[in-house]
């Protein structure tokens, strides 16, 4: 492999700077990024506050409308780093510290590796919890009030 071939990365003044140009990253690729990240895990049942789950149930049910990648997180990007919080859902029975730490360096490591941007923190809230039912998935109609 030549030399030429091979390009030298460096995180300076917000950009990815190289011999051959610079690129920036935008928040909200940042953004999606942590919110892919944070799904992987297992323990993780969604990302959002109740507000949020509530309008991404609406738009579930619009045809061709897809969920926010982004849906639960929140980034603040600076020249060279980015901190990140993410508002979560666990699964019932899953050790609540034993994920966030999971979570955390799963986050770290995608968003460094895949954008270059130092992490310098991430904060878990986890809002809910959520307890499987013995019918979930399926959607019964309520019973008519009047006949």
């Known amino acids: ?3 030429q071939a091979v390009e030298k990365v460096n995180v300076a003044n917000g950009k ?3 011999d051959k140009g610079s690129t920036t990253i935008a928040d909200v690729v940042v953004q999606k990024v942590a919110g892919l990240a944070a799904r992987e895990i297992r323990g993780v049942h969604a990302l959002g506050g109740g507000a949020t789950r ?14 926010s990648a982004g849906q639960g997180v929140s980034v603040e990007v600076g020249e060279k780093q ?5 508002e979560l859902v666990v699964e019932y029975g899953v ?3 034993d994920l966030a730490k999971s979570v955390r360096g799963n986050v770290i490591t995608a968003i460094e590796q ?10 878990i809230n986890v809002n809910d919890v959520h307890i499987p039912s013995d019918n979930e998935g399926e959607e019964k109609p309520e019973p008519a009030r009047v006949q």
């Open 95 to 97: 050790p609540i510290a």
């Open 54 to 67: 509530a309008l991404s149930a609406l738009r579930d049910r619009i045809p061709g409308a897809t969920a």
């Open 82 to 86: 980015a901190a990140v919080d993410l």
């Open 114 to 123: 895949i954008t270059g941007l130092e992490v310098v923190e991430v904060n």
């Open 1 to 3: 492999m030549s030399t």
């Open 16 to 18: 990815l700077v190289t």
